[in-house]
C-alpha cells in the first residue's frame, strides 16, 4: 500500500515498506547515499532533479518545507511510526541510532563525533559551496576576485583544522570510521573535482587529508553510494 505522504503523489513508492530517499548525488545528497549502503538498510531512492526546479515541487515541499536535497521518508520509523525527516546530519544521526552503527555508543565519543559532523554543517559545506559558486559557476564571471578570495582562504583553513586532526588518525574518528566522515567525503571531493579548486586552496599539501579521502573513496559502500539518484 502507498504511504500516506504527499511527497508519493510525485514520486510514488515501487517498495513502500523500505525506507524512501529522495535526493542527487550533491556534496550533501551523497552522505545519506553513502550512509544506506555502509549500514546495508533496505532503500528506494527518487532522483530529485535540482536544475529542473524539482525540490520546490509541492509534493517535495511537504517533505521538506525548506526545499533542499536531502530528504527521507521512513514508514518503520520511531515506535513503528512513519517518520518524514530532512537536513543531511539530522538523517545521518537517525540512521545511526537506528542501525546501531557509525556512530559511538560511548556518550563521550557520541558528541564528539556530533561535533565534527556539526563542524562540516556549519563550516565546511557553506564555505566549500561558496568556492564552487566563485570558482566555477555564475560567480566566476564576477570582475571582483575578492569573494572568491576569502571563501579559498577559509576553505584552506578549514581543511588544516581537518589535517591536523587526521594526524596519526586513520579516520576523523581514530581507528573508526564514523558519519563524521561519511559527512566530509563528497565536500572534500568536490572541491578538487568538480569544483576544479585543487589548486586554489593548496590541496596537495595537506597529506594527512589526502590519505583519509583516498583511504574513503576506496570504500565499496562509499563507491556505491556516491551513484544513488546519479542520472
Same mark, same amino acid.
Do not use: C
Given at each position: 500500500?502507498?504511504?500516506?505522504?504527499?511527497?508519493?503523489?510525485?514520486?510514488?513508492?515501487?517498495?513502500?515498506?523500505?525506507?524512501?530517499?529522495?535526493? %542527487?548525488?550533491?556534496?550533501?545528497?551523497?552522505?545519506?547515499? #553513502?550512509?544506506?549502503?555502509?549500514? +546495508?538498510?533496505?532503500?528506494?531512492?527518487?532522483?530529485?532533479?535540482?536544475? $529542473?526546479?524539482?525540490?520546490?515541487?509541492?509534493?517535495?515541499?511537504?517533505?521538506?518545507?525548506?526545499?533542499?536535497?536531502?530528504?527521507?521518508?521512513?514508514?518503520? &520509523?520511531?515506535?513503528?511510526?512513519?517518520?518524514? %525527516?530532512?537536513?543531511?546530519?539530522?538523517?545521518?544521526?537517525?540512521? $545511526?541510532?537506528?542501525? &546501531?552503527?557509525?556512530?559511538?555508543?560511548?556518550? +563521550?565519543?557520541?558528541?564528539?563525533?556530533?561535533?565534527?559532523?556539526?563542524?562540516?554543517?556549519? +563550516?565546511?559545506?557553506?564555505?566549500?559551496?561558496?568556492?564552487?559558486?566563485?570558482?566555477?559557476?555564475?560567480? !566566476?564571471?564576477?570582475?571582483? !576576485?575578492?569573494?572568491?578570495?576569502?571563501?579559498?582562504?577559509?576553505?584552506?583553513?578549514? %581543511?588544516?583544522?581537518?589535517?591536523?586532526?587526521? @594526524? +596519526?588518525?586513520?579516520?576523523?574518528?581514530?581507528?573508526?570510521?564514523? #558519519?563524521?566522515?561519511?559527512?566530509?567525503?563528497?565536500?572534500?571531493?568536490?572541491?578538487?573535482?568538480?569544483?576544479?579548486?585543487?589548486?586554489?586552496?593548496?590541496?596537495?599539501?595537506?597529506?594527512?587529508?589526502? $590519505?583519509?579521502?583516498?583511504?574513503? %573513496? $576506496?570504500?565499496?559502500?562509499?563507491?556505491?553510494?556516491?551513484?544513488?539518484? @546519479?542520472?
Amino acid at each position: 500500500m502507498t504511504p500516506d505522504h504527499p511527497i508519493f503523489s510525485r514520486w510514488p513508492a515501487r517498495h513502500p515498506d523500505r525506507l524512501q530517499l529522495f535526493s %542527487l548525488p550533491t556534496p550533501n545528497g551523497v552522505k545519506v547515499g #553513502i550512509m544506506l549502503e555502509e549500514t +546495508g538498510l533496505a532503500y528506494e531512492p527518487h532522483r530529485i532533479d535540482i536544475t $529542473a526546479n524539482e525540490s520546490h515541487d509541492p509534493a517535495f515541499l511537504s517533505l521538506n518545507p525548506n526545499g533542499k536535497i536531502p530528504a527521507i521518508y521512513d514508514p518503520d &520509523g520511531p515506535g513503528g511510526r512513519p517518520l518524514a %525527516l530532512f537536513e543531511s546530519g539530522a538523517i545521518l544521526i537517525y540512521l $545511526a541510532d537506528k542501525t &546501531g552503527k557509525f556512530l559511538p555508543a560511548d556518550p +563521550g565519543a557520541r558528541y564528539e563525533t556530533i561535533q565534527w559532523l556539526m563542524w562540516q554543517m556549519g +563550516g565546511v559545506g557553506p564555505m566549500f559551496g561558496q568556492v564552487g559558486f566563485f570558482n566555477k559557476f555564475a560567480g !566566476k564571471a564576477y570582475e571582483d !576576485k575578492r569573494p572568491l578570495q576569502r571563501y579559498a582562504n577559509e576553505s584552506a583553513r578549514l %581543511l588544516g583544522v581537518l589535517d591536523q586532526r587526521l @594526524a +596519526g588518525r586513520d579516520w576523523v574518528m581514530g581507528a573508526d570510521y564514523t #558519519i563524521a566522515d561519511m559527512s566530509l567525503l563528497g565536500w572534500v571531493r568536490n572541491l578538487i573535482t568538480f569544483y576544479e579548486a585543487r589548486e586554489l586552496v593548496g590541496f596537495d599539501r595537506f597529506l594527512h587529508v589526502r $590519505a583519509w579521502l583516498d583511504r574513503g %573513496l $576506496a570504500r565499496p559502500a562509499v563507491q556505491r553510494g556516491l551513484q544513488v539518484t @546519479a542520472a
